[in-house]
């Protein structure tokens, strides 16, 4: 069926390393992906997202990468901070918000 | 700005009991949604609606009625609550159900605890 899923459940970075969260899903047809942080105790906020027509995005300190011939998507986080610990969750549909398929997560602790 | 508000933020339920959980929005968004997170497992969409007075199943609705009665508010109830409802429940709302251009707000989320 269709899916979503992370490669790592758990990932460990010294400040001011580049950290790299890696997605995998499986439905083809989805044309449009999103990046979420959830930090402890609040919900799911949107960092950065991405079109099936494109592959690679940037924003302030984040790069999405997206490769459809192995469909695999990664949120890169440039010169990580205490404060980007959180959970990650990658997301994708071929539709709208209704059909929308989250990951499980990736925790990053970002320690000093 | 208060954004998207949910209130419980926590709950307690027995076995049967039943709760409305209330889902409350300032944005004039016309789409509203209720997902639930469950350990080792990404958000699912539970119902939705596309604007005051309509309602839609999710992925996961059994067990859960919506009500949207006025534009801002989007009620969860649960009518007999079971321990696998136990979860945390998050509320949403979006301008458009597009998701191209239009970025979904997202409550702090209820954890609801069914005994």
């Known amino acids: 069926g269709e899916s979503v899923g992370l490669h790592l459940p758990t990932l460990s970075v010294q400040e001011g390393d580049n950290s790299i969260i890696n997605c995998a899903y499986s439905?083809?047809?989805?044309?449009?992906f999103i990046w979420y942080k959830q930090e402890s105790g609040k919900g799911p906020q949107f960092i950065i997202d991405?079109?099936?027509?494109?592959d690679k995005r940037q924003g302030q300190r984040v790069t999405v990468l997206l490769n459809k011939t192995v469909k695999h998507l990664s949120l890169q986080i440039a010169a990580t901070q205490p404060g980007d610990s959180a959970v990650y969750f990658c997301a994708e549909t071929s539709g709208g918000y209704n059909k929308l398929i989250f990951g499980a997560g990736t925790r990053l602790a970002v320690h000093p | 700005n208060a954004g998207v508000t949910q209130t419980p933020k926590f709950r307690v339920l027995k076995t049967g009991q039943s709760m409305t959980l209330l889902c409350a929005q300032d944005m004039n968004h016309e789409y509203m949604y209720w997902y639930r997170q469950d350990p080792g497992m990404g958000l699912r969409l539970i119902h939705y609606?596309?604007?005051?007075?309509?309602?839609a199943k999710g992925e996961v609705p059994d067990g859960y009625n919506v009500s949207r009665l006025k534009k801002q508010n989007f009620l969860l109830g649960l009518e007999s609550a079971a321990p696998s409802q136990t979860s945390v429940y998050f509320c949403?709302?979006?301008?458009?159900?597009?998701?191209?251009?239009?970025?979904?707000?997202f409550g702090q989320g209820t954890r609801l605890t069914v005994v």
């Open positions: 949403a709302s979006s301008y458009s159900i597009q998701l191209v251009n239009t970025e979904a707000f």
């Open positions: 991405i079109r099936s027509n494109m």
């Open positions: 609606s596309v604007g005051e007075g309509t309602t």
């Open positions: 439905n083809s047809a989805s044309d449009y």
